[in-house]
């Protein structure tokens, strides 16, 4: 007969299992009725083959195993729920590998295999029990409590159906696990992923994104939920950027693949996730790396929830990530009896040690979870573990009220199991609660002969099917009850991730899916009263006021971010489609029209469209205003330039018989200042509307006023140059250095441009043209203008160009003349500056030549600014001794009463040579004469 284990006994009658190597352990906890149990307690690590376990889990391995040994000690102590039938378990680690949850739970079955051959065993309630791996416990479990990952409880459950071992999951959500022609003996507490993928969906839609990213693990879990939110997404009009699978085995290069994958889709900012929390932490670690942690906006499945694992120490790379959870509510019990658990000081507890209850004696892995969430060890010479600390970093991990739901289903359903089978007397009574007390009182509510050692999984199954109780969170959760696919109800916390005030993270609740009740009008009721009729609907509630957002490009942290393919096109742009419902706006050129939403047709040449581009109309031509700043500029230089040259050359024409103008070479002045005149007028007749008439100024102007200024610079340094190269060949008298000669030289040098601009005409004769402008982004426009290329243009100037050279080399050679030759330094400072100017002026108007009126622009202002240049430089000097200083003249001035000596010399000898010149001899400076010494 089987006998009331005391729950004190029941708490201490415990022990795990501990491989040859030390690292494959069991917990078994004895009971009357035997549950099963299958966590996560490591990570995977595919390295080591013969044991593939990485590093304990500290939410999704420890809590839920825990929270599985505190639903028993409370199930133990309760005494309406199995009295006088303690519960035992029988735990195991799957280290998140489904291979090895595989091997890990033909435990399971080989306990079921044992117990066929040990019908005669009298008490199963014997002292616990130790044993090496291959000679583990031969008591059956009734039921299993699991898989975490559903690749693992879709392994797991295919070799549990074989048995009818009954299993329920607390987490397992794959939509493959409710097929119950392959998973007959599957349930789960928690609601299939089609539920939260629709979650998802709702989500995306209510922050008004229509463009995502998604990133699936490799397995039923990831592979077929992110199927469902595709399938979803896709009817609602959710546009996919990319869909990444990462395989169940990556490195960290493969996620860093991953990351750069997803940033190809810039756009789409808002990722999905379905994967499980290890590869969250990795892919968030990822984003860490490349520099672009905040970039993206995490939607993630249950298996993130809200777990502290995959954001710790990197908690700005989650911020403002949404993560949904099955509608649970904290259990504060579990939480007070989880942070008061103290380890054990050595492997094996101590006699004293297994009578405290603070000390976790249960847990096999308890030690290396301390270890590792205070970041210290056990029996190190530093950082040590004292076993004192304090656990005050803990957050209760999302899932483990379902843990506890789960293995308060499966011990509900063991009750009404026993209450049908060995008390047989619920007919009899009204209430189960009455048929309890008439049982216990008989002493029937035990393990009786008809399901000794387990219960038939079958019969277990039916009332697991049909259980319904209010779960331990609250009255707020609902009953807990599975549906037909043994499936949970669908119900769902919405969580993001936030930094509150005083810099703390947390998970913040910001809404929940599930059933709704609505209401609508229903037939006419017999009365002649139109009824309400009542009906649920999964519907999301939502509260974007709660939610905060790490600000991204905007700043702040109120606005919803963008997640957004492609915005509808304004009027007047088409669709450049990159896929089915992905796009960017054109827009149609001003001189097309919009044919249809992908194409534009071009308006015949000199027309362009209307405001709707939806016609075509003509353009009509236009000509540059002088009050555009293209030609007011330069008019207003050119009308300032002629005013200052007209009195300039009135200057000379009054002091003319001064020493200055005479020593200047006087002719060749005047020459210069005709085609600085002249210079400043090409810009009336370049700017003018255009005719034939002004098309010909222009065609010879614009090169022939360059040519007269730059011949008679030419003829200047040429004859200053020959002059004292000469002095140091001897004293022979240069040749051709007289006024005459010197205007013969000149009047050769323009002749050549004059032959060439009448040639020019000749073989093109000038007329006007319309120049139709279409610049990006503004409205084309046409523009009358004189018929002549830009390389005609240019090649009329190559003359001038060759002068400004050869005037520019000679000035450099006669840069070290004597310092009383003062106007060879000028002339240098004029070739000097109207270089610079013209290799400013060429990239200018090379680099505008779509550009007409900028070009025109820029070439007139050139003209005006090599003018204005050889005025001031040439001229000024002259000026400004003719008119503030007209005493340093040796010549009369008008004005001058005191006649100047007749004949008067001065000798003054350069440094530089040996020859002496006569500074204020009339004769002397106006033929060029030399004196020897």
Not at 188 to 204: G, H
Not at 693 to 701: E, M, Y
Request: proline fraction near 4%.
């Amino acid at each position: 007969m089987l006998t009331f284990l005391p729950f004190s006994l029941f708490f201490l009658s415990f022990s795990y299992s501990v491989s040859r190597d030390s690292k494959r352990k069991i917990v078994h906890i004895s009971g009357n009725l035997l549950l099963g149990g299958l966590f996560p307690m490591h990570e995977q690590d595919v390295s080591v083959r013969d044991y593939p376990c990485g590093d304990i889990k500290e939410e999704k391995g420890i809590q839920r195993m825990e929270a599985m040994l505190w639903a028993l000690d409370e199930i133990n102590a309760d005494p309406s729920i199995l009295p006088n039938i303690s519960l035992g378990a029988m735990i195991l680690d799957t280290c998140s590998n489904p291979s090895y949850a595989l091997e890990q739970s033909m435990e399971f079955v080989r306990a079921f295999m044992d117990s066929t051959k040990e019908k005669d065993q009298e008490n199963i309630n014997s002292s616990a029990i130790c044993d090496e791996e291959g000679a583990g416990p031969s008591q059956p479990v009734a039921g299993v409590i699991g898989a975490s990952f559903s690749g693992v409880s879709i392994m797991v459950a295919n070799i549990l159906k074989l048995f009818k071992i009954p299993q329920i999951s607390y987490a397992s959500t794959s939509l493959e696990l409710s097929d119950k022609s392959r998973f007959e003996y599957f349930s789960r507490v928690v609601p299939p992923d089609n539920f939260q993928a629709q979650a998802m969906v709702e989500i995306v839609k209510q922050l008004g994104w229509t463009y995502v990213s998604t990133v699936a693990a490799q397995g039923e879990y990831g592979e077929k939920g992110i199927s469902s939110f595709i399938q979803l997404a896709t009817k609602s009009g959710i546009c996919i950027g990319v869909s990444i699978t990462i395989n169940r085995n990556a490195d960290d290069e493969e996620f860093d693949k991953v990351v750069e994958t997803l940033l190809s889709k810039e756009k789409a900012k808002a990722v999905i996730l379905f994967v499980d929390e290890d590869k969250t932490r990795k892919l968030l670690s990822a984003t860490v790396k490349k520099g672009v942690a905040g970039k993206f906006f995490w939607i993630g499945s249950d298996s993130w929830g809200a777990k502290i694992h995959p954001v710790r120490d990197q908690e700005w790379a989650a911020e403002g990530a949404i993560t949904i959870l099955p509608k649970r509510a904290s259990i504060l019990g579990f939480d007070n009896y989880f942070q008061k658990l103290r380890p054990s000081n050595g492997e094996e507890c101590s006699k004293s040690e297994w009578n405290d209850k603070k000390v976790n004696c249960r847990n096999p892995w308890f030690r290396e979870f301390w270890a590792k969430h205070h970041r210290c060890q056990f029996g190190a010479s530093t950082d040590q573990c004292t076993g004192s600390e304090e656990i005050t970093r803990h957050q209760q991990e999302g899932l483990v009220p379902f843990v506890i739901d789960a293995v308060y289903a499966m011990a509900h359903s063991l009750h009404n199991l026993v209450l049908d089978v060995c008390c047989n007397n619920t007919m009899y009574y009204q209430t189960k609660e009455e048929a309890l007390k008439a049982c216990i009182s008989q002493g029937k509510f035990l393990v009786c002969d008809q399901i000794f050692p387990i219960p038939d999984g079958k019969l277990l199954l039916n009332h697991i099917r049909n259980v319904s109780f209010t779960s331990i969170q609250g009255s707020d959760i609902g009953d807990v009850k599975f549906n037909s696919d043994g499936d949970g109800l669908g119900r769902y916390s919405v969580y993001q991730y936030q930094q509150k005030k005083g810099g703390a993270w947390e998970y913040v609740w910001i809404g929940e899916f599930g059933e709704m009740e609505n209401y609508r009008w229903d037939k006419i009721n017999s009365s002649g009263v139109y009824g309400m009729e009542c009906y649920t609907t999964q519907e999301l509630y939502f509260e974007l006021e709660m939610s905060k957002w790490n600000g991204g490009e905007s700043g702040s942290v109120t606005k919803i971010p963008e997640s957004i393919c492609s915005k509808p096109c304004p009027m007047g742009q088409i669709k450049n489609f990159e896929n089915a419902c992905c796009w960017t706006c054109v827009a149609c050129r001003e001189d097309s029209i919009v044919a249809r939403e992908d194409l534009c047709k071009k308006c015949p040449h000199g027309y362009v469209s209307n405001y709707f581009k939806d016609m075509c109309i003509k353009i009509e031509p236009d000509t540059i205003s002088w009050l555009n700043p293209w030609a007011f500029f330069p008019l207003l230089l050119s009308t300032v330039g002629i005013i200052i040259t007209l009195e300039v050359v009135a200057v000379f024409i009054a002091y003319n018989k001064t020493s200055v103008i005479m020593a200047s070479g006087r002719e060749l002045c005047y020459v210069l200042l005709m085609g600085i005149l002249a210079s400043y007028m090409v810009p009336f007749f370049a700017l003018a509307r255009p005719s034939v008439f002004s098309c010909t100024i222009l065609r010879g102007g614009l090169g022939l006023c360059l040519c007269v200024c730059y011949s008679a610079i030419f003829t200047k340094t040429n004859r200053i140059s020959r002059i004292f190269s000469n002095t140091h060949k001897g004293a022979q008298k240069p040749k051709w250095i007289s006024p005459r000669s010197q205007l013969v030289i000149c009047s050769g040098l323009i002749s050549i441009q004059l032959l060439g601009v009448i040639v020019w005409i000749i073989v093109e004769p000038p007329d006007t043209q319309v120049i139709y402008m279409y610049p990006q982004g503004k409205h084309p426009s046409a523009l009358e203008t004189c018929g002549v290329s830009t390389f005609s243009m240019i090649m009329s100037l190559v003359y001038n160009m060759i002068l400004i050279i050869l005037c520019t080399v000679y000035a450099f050679k006669t840069r070290k003349i004597p310092s009383n030759f003062n106007e060879a330094k000028y002339i240098g400072f004029t070739m000097y500056s109207t270089c610079i100017v013209w290799l400013a002026f060429i990239p200018i108007f090379f680099g505008t030549n779509h550009d007409y009126q900028v070009q025109i622009s820029s070439l007139v202002m050139c003209v005006t600014v090599s003018a204005s240049v050889a005025l001031a430089l040439l001229f000024g000097p002259k000026m400004y001794l003719i008119m503030l200083h007209p005493e340093k003249c040796a010549r009369n001035y008008p004005g001058n009463k005191k006649a100047a000596a007749a004949k008067s010399l001065k000798f003054s000898k350069s440094r530089e040579s040996n020859i002496t010149f006569l500074d204020n001899s009339e004769d002397n400076m106006d033929t060029g004469k030399v004196a020897d010494k």
